[in-house]
């Protein structure tokens, strides 16, 4: 069985960092994408990170430069450094995973079976 369980959101200023987490079990990153989405109240779930064994990572376009997605395939964790945070980076983050995603597909919510509690960020100005 799939399991995603995401922490270290938090409360953070505007220009200040946070590292989320995201323990998966019941596959290996060899043959899963693993990434992270955010929802905003009244908003769209957003793409945020995705990465997968076999490509280069995918970040949406407003955190690029800002966000870095990483695993640690011993602990079978991925990880999301967050950086130059913004009040509009505030969100629900979710942790999410698939085996069948393409590179066309990863910034979309519906291509990923397996969904995480979410973990609420807050960056205030």
């Known amino acids: 069985e799939v399991q995603l369980q995401a922490y270290g959101g938090g409360l953070v200023q505007a220009g200040g960092s946070l590292r989320l987490s995201c323990a998966a079990s019941?596959?290996?990153?060899?043959?899963?994408?693993i990434g992270w989405f955010r929802q905003a109240p009244g908003q769209e779930r957003e793409g945020v990170a995705c990465?997968?064994?076999?490509?280069?990572?995918y970040y949406g376009d407003s955190v690029k430069g800002r966000f870095t997605i990483s695993t640690d395939n011993a602990k079978n964790t991925v990880y999301l450094q967050m950086s130059t945070l913004k009040p509009e980076d505030t969100a629900v983050y979710y942790c999410?995973?698939?085996?069948?995603?393409?590179?066309?597909?990863?910034?979309?919510?519906?291509?990923?079976?397996?969904w995480g509690q979410g973990t609420q960020v807050t960056v205030s100005s």
């Open positions: 999410v995973a698939d085996s069948g995603i393409i590179m066309s597909s990863r910034g979309r919510s519906s291509a990923y079976a397996y």
């Open positions: 019941g596959f290996t990153f060899d043959d899963y994408a």
């Open positions: 990465i997968n064994s076999d490509s280069s990572p």
